[in-house]
């Protein structure tokens, strides 16, 4: 099929690819002209395994290109998504800015055309967003009636950054909410050729879908959280008890990962909007609210365990092991790592910081603030404490690194190392989120 993405941030991006890997003729649009560049040159401009790859092996099959032409876009395309970014206002509710220009433009591009095209949500967006917003706007610039002589689905992504090429060829369940049936057929035609469940339904519970589902498992991991902290006290290995209860298959194991709490561009925004959502409602989301307010406090949970362990922290140098909000990505957005930092600085600590992809994105956040490190080992060198921020697989057996600190204190707020036993036997003072020898 003719496909056009509208946005190419992580998901727009990813979702281009695929589709392009998958046989179908894609362009994609962005308006920034530097990404347009650099994706028509075959670079990736996220870090995404494999992406850069397929990418190219697409340029080069002449199955994906990218413009900044909606209007090129639009008349190319049989079935046009819209992934453009919804982030948070002030208040934390959603911002539709994006949404409602690109609509607009959709709108005006669609004036000129005489197929039958449908429009695709991918945007998280808040539930009615695509009755009450998109199709209104596409109706008033095209001239032309929704259900009729264009047709309007909803269709949520699900893709983890860092696995978002796994997670779009390999998906759990696809979800097409759709204004008609004619409209859910072409999207239903797209991904045919997938073998999971595919939920047909409308547009509103499609987009409530997508924040179920991301407030079900911020509540997850909120939750393990909690347990977590009691464990501490009770001398405790969470990660048994992680284990012993996703054997539950009412419980299931994913998703129980004690740490620092969630970060990213989805959980924090999406369960914050649905929370705004809710109380313009007249209904006050309580269970969410805590959610996002317990996770907040565990991002700091290092910093209060370092407290403790030293009584002046000026002038302490502390090596900061990840960046990332999350292994295998280099997104920096709501990561950990920055209320970490910012505590840290305000106690005069000195930050030398380590992360392999996400130093150039936090550079823009730090500034000359921090040090930047090329290694693990320039970073732990001569530290009096390590703070493990983000679940890097190269910080999982760093035993001997160990030695090159000052003071051998590890703070593992992704229970990353893999035997924290051996760390006692090496001498290594070691502290993990619900660990039990504290
Ligand atoms: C996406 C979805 O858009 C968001 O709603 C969902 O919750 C998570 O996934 P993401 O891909 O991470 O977000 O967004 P971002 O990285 O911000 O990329 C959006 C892209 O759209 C950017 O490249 C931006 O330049 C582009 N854009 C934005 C347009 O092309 N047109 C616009 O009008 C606005
Ligand atoms: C998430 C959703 O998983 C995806 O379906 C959605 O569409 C986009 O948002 P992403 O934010 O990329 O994906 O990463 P994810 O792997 O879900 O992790 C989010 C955050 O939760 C990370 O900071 C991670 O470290 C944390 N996490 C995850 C835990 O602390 N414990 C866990 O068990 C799992």
């Not at 609509?103 to 449908?118: F, H, M, P, R, T």
């Not at 909007?273 to 805590?290: F, H, M, R, T």
């Not at 292994?327 to 930092?341: A, L, T």
């Not at 703070?387 to 697989?393: A, C, K, L, R």
């Amino acid at each position: 099929m003719k496909i056009s993405i509208i946005g190419t941030g992580y998901v727009g991006l990813v979702t281009g690819v695929c589709l392009a890997d998958l046989g179908n003729d894609v362009i994609c649009v962005d308006i920034i002209k530097e990404k347009v560049d650099a994706i028509n040159e075959g670079k990736a401009i996220i870090y995404e395994e494999n992406l850069e790859e397929i990418l190219n092996k697409n340029l080069k099959e002449k199955r994906i290109r990218a413009t900044t032409s909606i209007n090129e876009a639009v008349n190319h395309a049989d079935v046009i998504f819209i992934s453009v970014g919804t982030p948070s206002r002030e208040n934390k509710a959603i911002d539709l800015g994006y949404i409602e220009n690109t609509s607009c433009e959709i709108g005006k591009a669609l004036k000129e055309q005489n197929d039958y095209k449908v429009i695709a949500v991918k945007s998280t967006v808040i539930p009615g967003t695509t009755e009450n917003v998109v199709i209104p706007l596409l109706e008033e610039f095209s001239g032309k009636k929704a259900g009729k002589d264009f047709g309007v689905c909803m269709v949520p992504e699900f893709l983890r950054e860092g696995r978002a090429i796994y997670d779009f060829m390999n998906p759990d369940r696809i979800i097409i909410g759709e204004y008609d049936k004619k409209s859910g057929n072409a999207i239903n035609e797209l991904f045919k050729n997938f073998s999971c469940p595919i939920l047909r339904t409308n547009l509103r519970t499609a987009e409530m879908i997508k924040y179920a589902s991301n407030a079900f498992l911020a509540t997850k991991i909120s939750f393990i959280n909690e347990i977590a902290n009691i464990c501490e006290l009770k001398g405790i290995d969470v990660n048994e008890v992680a284990k012993g209860i996703g054997l539950d298959k009412r419980i299931g194991p994913h998703f129980l990962h004690a740490g620092i709490g969630f970060g990213g561009s989805c959980f924090p925004k999406d369960v914050s909007a649905l929370i705004a959502s809710a109380d313009e409602n007249g209904y006050e989301p309580k269970l969410l609210k805590e959610v996002m307010e317990l996770n907040e406090r565990q991002k700091l949970w290092p910093v209060r365990k370092i407290k403790k362990i030293f009584s002046d922290l000026s002038n302490k140098k502390i090596a900061i092991l990840g960046l990332a909000f999350k292994g295998n990505s280099d997104d920096m957005r709501e990561s950990p790592s920055i209320p970490i930092i910012n505590s840290l600085l305000k106690e005069k600590c000195k930050i030398y910081a380590y992360d392999p992809k996400a130093t150039e994105n936090a550079k823009k956040i730090f500034g000359n603030k921090i040090n930047y490190c090329e290694s693990v080992d320039e970073c732990l060198n001569d530290a009096d404490a390590c703070i493990i921020v983000t679940d890097w697989n190269e910080f999982r057996e760093i035993y001997d690194k160990f030695n090159l600190m000052k003071n051998k204190i590890v703070i593992d707020g992704r229970r990353i190392i893999a035997d924290p036993e051996k760390c006692k036997k090496l001498n290594i003072k070691y502290y993990g989120v619900g660990y039990k020898n504290e």
